[in-house]
Each structure stands twice: as structure tokens, then as C-alpha cells.
Nanobody, 126 residues
């Protein structure tokens, strides 16, 4: 099993920044953290879970959802088993629970990711 633990959420004013972290532990079927595609998702009340960003196992390829383009940056530290999401210029609409996830395919659908963290709340205030 792969365990994922997010941190770094909290309350921030509109226009501010936050950096989310997701620490991974465990392994399954011979795979370790550095073998997984990692994604950041979020889900606001009454809305579907949406992908914000994904990063390939080596960290040299990234992709962003429309909500994250030009404001969020995903990165990973394979030696430290951690993936990050730097969020800048936060807006009220960014308020949601943020999740990291691990998968073995380069896909955007949440169903493609087998392992999930418990989520961290981000609240943006005016």
C-alpha cells in the first residue's frame, strides 16, 4: 500500500500564496514513489473533483488543468518522497479540499489514480 499525507492547507487572503506538500510512504507491487504519476486534485462542496496538475515519475513533464494554469506549479522530490503544489494569486473560488493522488497512468480522470491522501482544506478569504 502507498500512503499519502497532505499538509500546508489553511486560511489565506485572496491574492496570497500557499504551498501544499504530500508525503508518500510504503510501496506496492515493487513500485515506490518514484514510479508513480502524481496528481493534485481539489473538490469544493457540491462540485466534482477536478484535476489541478500532474507530474510524471521523473518530474520532467507536467500538465495543468484550466483552473491551475499560470498560477499553480507542481513539483516533486523523489529522494524525499514528496510532491508539492505551489499556489499563487489565490482566489475565493480556490476554496476547496485539496488532495494528492498516485497512479500508474498519465491520465486526468480521478478514477485513474489508485492511492489518495485524506485531503487538506484550503480556504481563501476576501
Amino acid at each position: 500500500q502507498v500512503q499519502l499525507v497532505e499538509s500546508g492547507g489553511g486560511l489565506v487572503q485572496a491574492g496570497g500564496s500557499l504551498r501544499l506538500s504530500c508525503a508518500a510512504s510504503g510501496r506496492t507491487s515493487g513500485r515506490t514513489f518514484s514510479n508513480y504519476v502524481m496528481g493534485w486534485f481539489r473538490q469544493a462542496p457540491g462540485k466534482e473533483r477536478e484535476i489541478l496538475a500532474r507530474i510524471n515519475p521523473s518530474g520532467d513533464s507536467t500538465s495543468y488543468g484550466d483552473s491551475a494554469k499560470d498560477r499553480f506549479t507542481i513539483s516533486r522530490d523523489n529522494a524525499g518522497n514528496t510532491v508539492y503544489l505551489q499556489m499563487n494569486s489565490l482566489k475565493l473560488d480556490d476554496t476547496a479540499v485539496y488532495y494528492c493522488a498516485a497512479g500508474t497512468h498519465w491520465r486526468i480522470a480521478p478514477s485513474a489514480y489508485a492511492y489518495w491522501g485524506q485531503g487538506t482544506q484550503v480556504t481563501v478569504s476576501s
